[in-house]
């Protein structure tokens, strides 16, 4: 059954430093997603991709949040100078088409120290 | 605009029992409504979808969601809880194309 894989599971990184989160979603999607969730809160969406543009961002998604699609086939999520409040579980998800079925992965739990 | 409500934070049962977690939903026309589920430490799986066809679906592990327009409720229920139900439960709505979700209910079953 396709997937969507997400890399790393765990990633610990000093406060100002620059993590990028990988994301492989399932090869016949065309809409990309970034949601984040903040231990013990809800999940909350970051940004949305088509087309190779983003369609949607949230009032999370500030200058410091980019997203890519370099070669037709990774997802990732940049923070360039990542702060403690970025701490969180971000999930990649991909949908077919538009109000159907997202497909979630596993997760990157993200520490910033 | 679109959101959810999920009326209970933390939901206890005894294994065998009834489970019922309730959602409402406000939107401005037919939503589509999801159930997610979350597992300690996994990512979430769907459970269940409403795209306006039948208004009882059937979803996996034998949970089923009724949707009532009405109401405007999504209500989660299964027969009877197993152990390894016990989990994170979002209601979701899909808003243009972005998913809205729930504050989650926690389910513990208890033996």
């Known amino acids: 059954e396709p997937e969507v894989t997400q890399t790393p599971s765990h990633q610990v990184t000093q406060m100002g430093q620059e993590v990028i989160l990988r994301c492989v979603p399932i090869?016949?999607?065309?809409?990309f997603y970034w949601y984040r969730q903040i231990l013990g809160q809800k999940v909350e969406f970051l940004v949305s991709?088509?087309?190779?543009?983003?369609?949607?961002k949230s009032e999370i998604f500030d200058d410091q949040f980019s997203v890519e699609r370099p070669d037709g086939s990774n997802f990732t999520l940049k923070i360039r100078s990542t702060k403690l409040e970025d701490s969180a579980m971000y999930f990649c998800?991909?949908?077919?088409?538009?109000?159907?079925?997202?497909?979630f992965g596993q997760g990157t739990r993200l520490t910033v120290v | 605009a679109q959101s959810v409500t999920q009326l209970d934070s933390h939901v206890s049962v005894s294994e065998g029992t009834p489970v019922l977690l309730r959602c409402n939903y406000s939107?401005?026309?037919?939503?589509?409504l999801f159930w997610y589920v979350q597992h300690p430490n996994k990512g979430l799986q769907l459970l269940l979808k409403?795209?306006?066809?039948?208004?009882l679906v059937k979803g996996i592990n034998g949970f089923e969601a009724e949707f009532k327009k009405s109401e405007t409720s999504f209500h989660l229920t299964k027969p009877s809880a197993h152990m390894s139900d016990a989990a994170e439960y979002f209601c979701?709505?899909?808003?243009?194309?972005?998913?809205?979700f729930g504050t989650g209910t926690r389910l513990q079953v208890f033996p």
């Open positions: 998800a991909s949908l077919r088409r538009q109000n159907t079925e997202a497909f």
């Open positions: 090869s016949n999607h065309l809409y």
């Open positions: 991709f088509y087309n190779n543009e983003i369609s949607e």
């Open positions: 939107s401005s026309y037919s939503p589509s």
């Open positions: 409403y795209t306006s066809a039948a208004t």
């Open positions: 979701v709505v899909s808003h243009t194309d972005k998913l809205i």
